[in-house]
C-alpha cells in the first residue's frame, strides 16, 4: 500500500469515529511523513502489523469500532479504493503489455534488419564475384575475339576486293621483303600512272598510295614517287619521305602522327635486313590508337584494276 493510500484509510477512520485504546478520537495524520510522526500514537504501526507492510487485519480490527450507521459509507469508500487501485494496478500491466510488444516489435524489425543485411551482402559478394569473373573473361577473350573479328574481317574485305582490285602480295612478316623479294613480283605487274591506286593493309591500318607520274610497277616498288591518303577517296598529298633509300614506302619519322597518331606510314620492305613490314597495325582512324612502331609486320598489297 502506498502512502497516499494508507494517509485515506486513516483519514476514513478518525472521520468516522474510530478511538484508540485511550479513548481519544484519532486525529488526521498531517503530511506524507506520517509513518515515522510519533503524534499518530502507533495508529500507523498498527496498520502496518509491525512491518513495513500493509496488514488487511489490522485495518479490520480497529474498523470494528467504527460507528454501524456509518459502515456501509466506509465500504463504499474502501470498494470505491480497490478500483481505484485496480484501475493503477490494470494501467501498469497495460503499460508493461505495450512494453512487451514494443520490444517485440522491436526485436522482429532488428532481426529482419539483420536477415535483409546479410542477404544484401550476400548479393554484393556474389554481384563481385560475378563481376571478377566477367572481367577475367574478358581479359582472357577480348584478344582472340579481337583478333577473330580483324581475320573475318579482312577475308571479308579480301572477297569484295576480287573485283576492282589485283591482289600483288600477301606477307607473313617474318620473310625479308628486299629487292630481291619484290623484283620476282612486280617484273610481271603492268605499268602504273596517277589514276591507278595500291592500296597496303598492314593490320587495322589501311594505306592508300598514287603513283606521280607514269612508271613501272618496279620503280614504284623501290622509289619513292608517290603521294599517300589515309582513305581510298581522301586527298592525297606528298608524305615527307624516308632519307634512307634502302626502306621502300613509309615516311619520316613522326610525320603522319598528326594525322593519325602514327610514328611512320606503312614501309613494304627494306634492304637493311629487317623482316615484314613496318610499323603499325593500328591508329587512330584505324583501331582507335597507334601501338608501338615494328618491323616484323604481317601484311597484303592490293593494284587497282
Same mark, same amino acid.
Given at each position: ?23 481519544? %478520537?484519532?486525529?488526521? %495524520? ?12 502507533? &495508529? ?29 459509507? %466506509? ?13 493503477d494496478r490494470n494501467k501498469l500491466i497495460t503499460e508493461a503489455e ?60 579480301? &572477297?569484295?576486293m576480287i573485283d576492282g582490285w589485283e591482289l600483288i602480295a600477301t ?28 592500296? %597496303? ?105
Amino acid at each position: 500500500m502506498n502512502s497516499q493510500t494508507l494517509l485515506l484509510i486513516v483519514g476514513l477512520i478518525n472521520i468516522f469515529g474510530l478511538n484508540n485504546s485511550s479513548d481519544q %478520537v484519532l486525529t488526521p %495524520v498531517p503530511n506524507n511523513n506520517f509513518l515515522n510522526d510519533k503524534s499518530s500514537n502507533g &495508529l500507523v504501526k498498527e496498520l502496518l502489523g509491525g512491518h513495513n507492510e500493509f496488514s488487511g487485519s489490522s485495518l479490520v480490527r480497529m474498523l470494528a469500532e467504527v460507528d454501524p450507521n456509518k459502515l456501509e459509507e %466506509v465500504i463504499d469508500l474502501l470498494v470505491a479504493l480497490v478500483q481505484e487501485t485496480e484501475d493503477d494496478r490494470n494501467k501498469l500491466i497495460t503499460e508493461a503489455e505495450n512494453a512487451d510488444s514494443t520490444l517485440k516489435t522491436a526485436i522482429t524489425r532488428h532481426e529482419e534488419a539483420v536477415s535483409a543485411e546479410e542477404e544484401a551482402e550476400g548479393q554484393k559478394n556474389q554481384a563481385q564475384g560475378a563481376n571478377v569473373t566477367a572481367h577475367k573473361n574478358l581479359e582472357d577473350l577480348k584478344p582472340d575475339l579481337d583478333n577473330e573479328i580483324l581475320v573475318l574481317e579482312q577475308v571479308i574485305e579480301d &572477297l569484295q576486293m576480287i573485283d576492282g582490285w589485283e591482289l600483288i602480295a600477301t606477307v607473313d612478316g617474318t620473310e625479308t621483303l628486299n629487292t630481291e623479294f619484290w623484283n620476282k613480283i612486280c617484273v610481271s605487274i603492268r605499268a602504273i600512272n596517277d589514276a591507278d591506286t595500291v592500296y %597496303v593493309r598492314m593490320g587495322q591500318v589501311k594505306d592508300y598510295y598514287k603513283p606521280i607520274n607514269d612508271i613501272s610497277f618496279c620503280d614504284f616498288l623501290m622509289t619513292k614517287q608517290f603521294t599517300w591518303s589515309s582513305t581510298l577517296d581522301g586527298s592525297y598529298q606528298v608524305p615527307e619521305y624516308n632519307a634512307n633509300s634502302d626502306y621502300f614506302g613509309g615516311s619520316e619519322n613522326d610525320w603522319p602522327k598528326s594525322i593519325d597518331g602514327r610514328s611512320y606510314i606503312s614501309f613494304w620492305g627494306t634492304n637493311a635486313g629487317h623482316p615484314g613490314g613496318c610499323c603499325h597495325a593500328s591508329s587512330t582512324i584505324y583501331g582507335g590508337s597507334p601501338d608501338d612502331s615494328s618491323w616484323g609486320q604481317p601484311f597484303t598489297m592490293y593494284l587497282s584494276n
